[in-house]
């Protein structure tokens, strides 16, 4: 089973999974000049504000993502690429630390996924471009034919699938790739066509873009991502991120409400980061979508494959950089090995398992961070090696660089843990917390 000149493949959701996964299939198949039709549903606008035009995501990439992008022929512009973060800060609830890069790999860079907040239309023109209608228009421009419509049914016709769309119109594919988040309808989809698909495990988050205007970005958040640790009940992440003249707020955590947003904004910590006598406006751009925390079941067939959010991803982390690791899997073992159930299974699961084994150590160290929130001798001990290693200009910043990697993603979980499992970092660990101790006995 295997594609051949005018083989028809549709990719349903044009999000960065769907975008890079079209891209890839029509680069590999021009490379050994095979000549394949590609379609790409996407109902979305990614051109207009707020909700309607937004895959709704923190926007935060790495740069080695970058780099991994332009290797694949993938240039991000500087309009796509709207500020660069050089620095992590920490906050507990009783203080905070900075990390910052060492290296220019080692940055962040973030976007906007659609036009940019509820409200940013004013600005006129938009001075920044939306992430994915770039990879959309790429894949467009790479011969990607795009139907702006939602999918509306799928089903086998003699053993290939089939898409309805719009006002009943079908088409039948010789393969069709799923990529259609967590966040719609597009999961029954697939779990419909009984080849034993289940979607992803995935829990609330909440995301607001706090306008401050950019100098007051600049003054209270610098070129810094604000990573808290606080111990409110339930939450268990919670980042502001400065955008333009945007804060991205980025919370995680089981019932994200009222109450926990206010605790959140009453905690010394944060209020530090907000303009003075800043309230949350009531029309502030916000949404609560799924996050994945959980691998699907089954994401393949024959000639069915699912990638990006609706198939394996990284746990709280670089979401998207997971999408391109699956679209090219897929785009690979579509074009290279074929599109039967087997072929999948032997050359795209490989990666798929490689990011679900992961996530279960990332889940080890949300775990330990979660346990370590209520004492507050070990979290003011991370901190102090922290600041030591950075204050050290010989240091070699290995809980810096750990921490780094866990928050950026530029890293895997296991190479986080076996970087941090190091003795010197536990030595130095333990003696910060007997100095905590020590200090704390004293001061009673
Ligand atoms: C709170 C939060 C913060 C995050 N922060 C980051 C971050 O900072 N960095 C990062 O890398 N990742 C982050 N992520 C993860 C990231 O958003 C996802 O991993 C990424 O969007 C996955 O891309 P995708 O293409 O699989 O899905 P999506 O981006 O959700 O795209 C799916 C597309 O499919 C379309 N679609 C759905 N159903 C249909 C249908 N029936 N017909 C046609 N089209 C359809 C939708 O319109 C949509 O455009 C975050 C996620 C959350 C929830």
Redesign the pocket.
């Known amino acids: 089973m295997e594609l051949s000149d005018h083989s028809r493949v549709g990719v349903?959701?044009?999000?960065?999974?769907?975008?890079m996964t079209a891209y890839f299939l029509l680069d590999l198949a021009k490379s050994i000049h095979l000549d394949i039709d590609v379609d790409i549903?996407?109902?979305?606008d990614f051109s207009l504000t707020g909700p309607p035009g937004c895959?709704?995501?923190?926007?935060?990439?790495s740069e080695s993502?970058v780099q991994k992008l332009a290797i694949s022929g993938i240039h991000l512009p500087n309009d796509v690429l709207m500020d660069t973060i050089d620095a992590y800060t920490l906050h507990t609830d009783h203080s905070n630390a900075q990390i910052r890069a060492h290296t220019e790999e080692m940055r962040i860079a973030c976007i906007f996924?659609g036009g940019g907040p509820k409200g940013a239309e004013t600005q006129k023109p938009l001075p920044w471009q939306a992430f994915?209608q770039f990879l959309l228009d790429l894949a467009q421009k790479r011969g990607a034919n795009r139907i702006p419509?939602?999918?509306?049914t799928l089903d086998w016709d003699n053993g290939r699938p089939r898409v309805t769309?719009g006002e009943g119109q079908t088409q039948t594919y010789d393969l069709v790739v799923g990529?259609?988040?967590?966040?719609?309808?597009?999961l029954s989809?697939f779990e419909q066509m009984n080849f034993g698909y289940k979607p992803p495990r995935a829990t609330k988050?909440?995301?607001a873009e706090l306008y401050f205007g950019s100098e007051e970005v600049e003054r209270r958040l610098g070129k810094s991502m604000h990573i808290f640790l606080l111990n409110i009940p339930g939450l268990k992440f919670l980042a502001l991120t400065p955008k333009g003249p945007y804060a991205t707020l980025?919370v995680?955590g089981e019932h994200v409400d009222k109450t926990m947003l206010d605790r959140i904004f009453r905690a010394p910590e944060m209020v530090q980061c907000l303009p003075p006598g800043w309230k949350i406006p009531v029309q502030t751009c916000h949404c609560q979508?799924?996050?994945?925390i959980g691998p699907p079941h089954q994401p393949f067939t024959d000639r069915v494959v699912l990638?990006?959010?609706?198939s394996s991803?990284r746990l709280f982390?670089?979401?998207?950089?997971?999408?391109y690791k699956l679209a090219k899997a897929c785009a690979y073992t579509a074009v290279v090995h074929g599109i039967s159930k087997q072929a999948f299974q032997r050359f795209f699961v490989p990666t798929c398992r490689e990011l679900d084994h992961d996530n279960l150590l990332g889940g080890i160290i949300f775990s330990l961070d979660h346990l370590m929130r209520p004492f507050s001798i070990m979290q003011e001990a991370l901190l102090d090696c922290v600041r030591a290693e950075q204050n050290d200009p010989f240091s070699k910043k290995k809980l810096s660089t750990a921490l780094w990697d866990t928050f950026t993603?530029s890293a895997s979980y296991r190479t986080v843990i076996a970087n941090t499992a190091h003795p010197d970092i536990i030595i130095k660990l333990l003696k910060a917390m007997l100095r905590q101790w020590l200090s704390r006995r004293k001061n009673r």
Request: proline fraction near 5%; charged fraction near 20%; charge should be positive.
């Open positions: 349903i959701g044009g999000g960065p999974a769907g975008s549903f996407e109902p979305r895959n709704m995501c923190g926007g935060v990439i993502l996924r994915d419509k939602r999918v509306k769309w990529a259609v988040g967590l966040n719609g309808s597009g989809l988050s909440y995301i980025v995680l979508p799924k996050i994945h990638v990006g959010d609706c991803s982390k670089d979401g998207i950089g997971a999408s993603g």
